[in-house]
């Protein structure tokens, strides 16, 4: 019950900031939440025996999330940062994990963010299709995988997982945006959008596991528990954080193939 209070809640509030907020209002609501999720990513990585990134992630984390042009460059410049920042490391074995940390999460989170922000300037329906085909598979796999669920998909990861609550994820993302870009993006040819939302939500898919990976090797079950059912920020977005490059990118290359 509190994992259907807490979406009933949070989706509203999303699709109003998606689609109606101003500009300055919605990036620093996004940017707000890539805090949290950073956040959340420092305390996995210290329970890995890692050192957490620290002010400095957070800020080069912003850096990226916000800087106008050149992420070629900016990334290039926070790898280096993190190598630098990395000779302080005592031992020094563990400078080469302490700099990996760093820049992996914030490419990671803050990168991905700002694909989110990129994609919304497209236009802010394309950002919400790409959110919104995750909750719709994310629910028919949690719902198809209590009913129907007996091979499991990734045992050492996810032990809850299954094929079945996978196949019916892709399926349900596939009907989703069938039935989302005829209403909202007519213009989206159906082939378009059978491609933009199964590697979107294999993406998704591939994002969920890999928070997974990462809290199963700290011995945590959830991220945090700011959002009661659901756990933590990057919990709940983890499939967002790979589906929204994957998404992004193929827009932009769909549009120049135009």
């Known amino acids: 019950m509190k994992r259907v209070l807490t979406a009933l809640i949070l989706a509203p509030l999303v699709i109003a900031l998606v689609l109606w907020a101003p500009a300055p209002l919605f990036l620093a609501a996004l940017g707000l939440v890539a805090l949290l999720c950073f956040h959340e990513y420092s305390a996995l990585v210290a329970r890995h025996g890692i050192e957490r990134p620290g002010p400095a992630g957070y800020a080069a984390g912003l850096l990226l999330f916000l800087v106008p ?10 790898a280096l940062l993190a190598l630098g920042l990395a000779l302080g490391a005592r031992p020094l074995e ?6 990996a940390a760093f820049v992996l999460g914030i490419v990671y989170i803050f990168g991905a963010w700002r694909c989110a922000a990129a994609l919304r300037a497209i236009d802010p329906y394309w950002l919400l299709f790409g959110l919104a085909l995750n909750w719709a598979g994310d629910t028919a796999a949690y719902y198809v995988g209590r009913w129907r669920g007996r091979h499991k998909l990734a045992p ?24 989302y870009c005829r209403a909202l993006l007519p213009e989206v040819p159906v082939q378009h959008a059978l491609l933009l939302a199964g590697a979107g939500n294999l993406a998704g898919q591939i994002g969920d596991l890999a928070e997974s990976a990462l809290k199963r090797g700290a011995g945590v079950k959830d991220s945090g528990h700011l959002l009661p059912g659901h756990g933590g920020w990057l919990d709940r977005t983890d499939s967002s954080l790979f589906a929204a490059p994957v998404v992004y990118a193929l827009v932009m290359a769909l549009r120049s193939a135009g």
Do not use: H, M, Q
Request: no cysteine; glycine share 2%.
């Open 156 to 179: 050492a990861v996810s032990p809850a997982k299954s094929w079945e609550g996978a196949i019916a994820s892709v399926a349900a993302s596939l009907l989703f945006a069938v039935l």
């Open 94 to 99: 563990k400078a080469l994990p302490r700099a």
């Open 69 to 78: 042009r050149d992420s070629v460059l900016v990334v290039t410049l926070l």
